[in-house]
């Protein structure tokens, strides 16, 4: 299964551009891609106190039109309940024991219902307008599902009624239990609505890694727990979140997402950050790697986060139509026919190598300048002098060396960069004087290549800075 994740404002009937949407789904088309998945909720558009908007549903069924004439299937979610009617019909369960928004919209009565009235007002409004269902491979109930963990209920102690029960949120069990039976009774509420109007639609959910049993930063303090509904939920399939880059691999992410192969599995976002990936090429090098690797932990198809890049954005990524469409071209199926078999090489030769270093702290290993993820860093736990040593293990043409700065404060440094060679000579190779800054990158291109390079120093000579480096590249011609 081939995906791709559409623009945001896509079925904002102010942005919507039927010529130019179905000359997107034909390009897909052609080049191979069957699935593309657009948020449907993105505007206030969608709603009204009323109800749902009769222009955008005519939008929304215009939309299915396109997709079935161009054989492309969708994804359909929904990033939120709108405020208009359903948001605020939800928050009528929130109380002193029940925070508003998330936790009273997935924990009480109300919060299922108003779920269970927006999407029966969408599928009663797409019946209406004879909209082609058949060309919805899946509709999300949440494009991504979390609760504030750090509110009420889950900051108290002491029995709290919900939609499925009384619970003790201090109780681990309890509160672990709290989450589950109320998330499967939302999915079985809103999964049984869908199928009156579509008995043969399939629903799912998205969610990004929770955070255990691997620990990770990923969602801060929100709280997602997969385990449960992945063991036992009315899901036809799951929406899992995975991106390259943060504190946590794609092995990790499995485990926490705690995949099972009882049902299908899609990376329902995957894509390259552009502040840590410095080009479309490295990008789509970067997500080809990624996703082989999914392919061995649960995986069965991915939806690639964005068509167009979505900026301003702070955490925006590489979109497929940069660069010319780069990304477009190589991850597409016409190129690249098995996703789980790269068919870009990357240049980076350090990558996984071995790794030592003069200091390193606990947490902060040398493997970790070299895992090829940019939150994770190698760090000394000291001020400079302080060197790491790549070891390439055979003898290598390098064309170029490029160091990730990981510094605080910024200020002035002095870097030296040394080889050393098959026949045991070691050089100096670069040697970087600069003022630099956390999230720098450093870079050393040689013309000719270094030939026969077996392992690569770089030491840092000064720095207001304990020594760290994010990642630390070794580059083939």
């Known amino acids: 299964m081939r995906f791709l994740n559409g623009a945001d404002r896509s079925v904002d009937p102010v942005y919507f551009d039927h010529a130019a949407m179905a000359s997107d789904f034909e390009r897909l088309r052609s080049s191979g891609f069957n699935t593309a998945r657009l948020f449907i909720d993105s505007c206030e558009c969608s709603s009204h106190r009323g109800g749902i908007s009769d222009t955008w549903l005519d939008t929304l069924a215009d939309v299915l039109q396109i997709a079935a004439d161009s054989d492309i299937a969708l994804i359909l979610t929904s990033n939120d309940l709108p ?61 991504e599902q979390w609760l504030f963990e750090s509110r009420p209920p889950f900051s108290l102690a002491g029995d709290v009624d919900t939609r499925t029960g009384t619970y003790d949120p201090s109780d681990p069990l309890e509160r672990q239990a709290m989450v589950a039976d109320n998330l499967r009774a939302l999915i079985s509420d809103v999964a049984e609505t869908i199928s009156q109007h579509d008995p043969h639609g399939l629903v799912t959910m998205g969610f990004f890694a929770p955070r255990y049993p691997n620990p990770t930063e990923i969602g801060g303090n929100w709280l997602v727990d997969t385990a449960p509904l992945v063991a036992h939920s009315d899901l036809d399939f799951f929406d899992f979140h995975a991106y390259p880059g943060g504190d946590l691999g794609v092995t990790g992410q499995a485990e926490n997402f705690a995949i099972t192969d009882a049902k299908p599995v899609v990376m329902g976002e995957v894509g390259a950050f552009v502040h840590l990936v410095e080009s479309a090429e490295a990008a789509a090098i970067e997500i080809q790697r990624w996703i082989a690797d999914s392919c061995a932990v649960g995986f069965d198809g991915w939806l690639y986060w964005a068509f167009n890049r979505i900026e301003p954005a702070s955490d925006a990524t590489w979109g497929l139509t940069d660069a010319d469409g780069l990304l477009f ?28 270093a003069s200091r390193s702290l606990p947490d902060e290993p040398p493997a970790q300048a070299v895992d090829g993820i940019g939150a994770t860093q190698w760090g000394a736990g000291a001020d400079a002098p ?13 064309g170029a060396v490029r160091l990730r700065v990981a510094q605080f404060p ?36 040689f013309a000719p290549a270094l030939e026969e390079v077996v392992a690569v120093r770089v030491t840092t000579i000064a720095s207001p800075s304990w020594v760290a480096w994010k990642e630390i590249e070794v580059l083939r011609p």
């Open 329 to 356: 071209d190589t991850l597409s199926p016409a190129a690249q026919p098995d996703p789980c078999t790269p068919t870009l090489t990357d240049p980076n030769v350090a990558i996984g190598h071995d790794a030592v």
């Open 386 to 398: 302080h060197w790491i040593e790549i070891n390439l293990a055979d003898p290598t043409s390098v």
């Open 410 to 445: 910024a200020g002035p440094t002095i870097h030296r960069v040394d080889a050393i060679f098959a026949d045991g000579r070691s050089e100096e190779i670069a040697l970087f004087d600069a003022i630099t800054e956390e999230g720098d990158v450093l870079e050393a291109e």
């Open 83 to 143: 405020d208009a009617r359903y948001g605020e019909a939800a928050n009528r369960g929130a109380s002193s024991l029940i925070e508003g928004y998330r936790n009273a919209h997935m924990l009480t009565e109300e919060g299922h219902t108003a779920f269970v009235s927006y999407w029966d007002g969408i599928m009663t409004g797409l019946i209406e307008r004879r909209a082609h269902l058949e060309a919805v491979l899946g509709w999300s109930i949440l494009n």
